[in-house]
T-cell receptor, first 112, second 109 residues
């Protein structure tokens, strides 16, 4: 099935633990994105990648890192989770940076 | 804060028409997007405007005025399944999307 998958669907994590959220797309899109969505706020861009091998910082990058070793995968790592990182995380992709973005189903993360 | 604004919540009646407004301020603009997001689900793409005017797509239409920094999403013949949040976002000069907080639309029978 074409599209974007994310794993896990949800996770409860102790503060201080390391966590990697996975994102895979099979549309051969060049650009990929990580957003967080919090109540009352718009989606906020964490990191992006315009093409495999490159990454960039978005609006709220602190505490997060990404890598883009190939076209399909774009994992997001929280090196040492803090409660303020409790959020819903969406991965998205687009054919090129100026094209429409398509979203994965999201990961609901709770940091205690 | 974000320089894009839309109402927090709107209520409408099944079968009626509703208009959801979005205003923005930016020096670099590469288009305006509307997405629909049902509770607990991912945003899904509805429409894109880069030139002034109205784009119609079935029951949904989207309008853009670049000089006024204004867009609206028009939903006709409302159905209960249209109950969702509607997100507007403009694409800035770096091709990054700047998102509004979303408008929660409640449809009543």
């Amino acid at each position: 099935i074409a599209g974007i998958t994310q794993a896990p669907t949800s996770q409860i994590l102790a503060a201080g633990r390391r966590m990697t959220l996975r994102c895979t797309q099979d549309m051969r899109h060049n650009a990929m994105y990580w957003y967080r969505q919090d109540l009352g706020l718009g989606l906020r861009l964490i990191h992006y990648s315009n093409t495999a091998g490159t990454t960039g910082k978005g609006e709220v990058p602190d505490g997060y890192s990404v890598s883009r070793a190939n076209t399909d995968d774009f994992p997001l790592t929280l090196a040492s989770a803090v409660p303020s990182q409790t959020s819903v995380y969406f991965c998205a992709s687009s054919d090129s940076p100026e094209d429409t973005q398509y979203f994965g189903p999201g990961t609901r993360l709770t940091v205690l | 804060g974000q320089n894009i604004d839309q109402p927090t919540e709107m209520t409408a009646t099944e079968g009626a028409i509703v208009q959801i407004n979005c205003t923005y301020q930016t020096s670099g603009f590469n288009g305006l997007f509307w997405y629909q997001q049902h509770a607990g689900e991912a945003p899904t793409f509805l429409s894109y405007n880069v030139l002034d005017g109205l784009e119609e797509k079935g029951r949904f239409s989207s309008f853009l005025s670049r000089s006024k920094g204004y867009s609206y999403l028009l939903l006709k013949e409302l159905q209960m399944k249209d109950s969702a949040s509607y997100l507007c976002a403009y694409m800035d000069s770096n091709y990054q999307l700047i998102w509004g907080a979303g408008t929660k639309l409640i449809i009543k029978p």
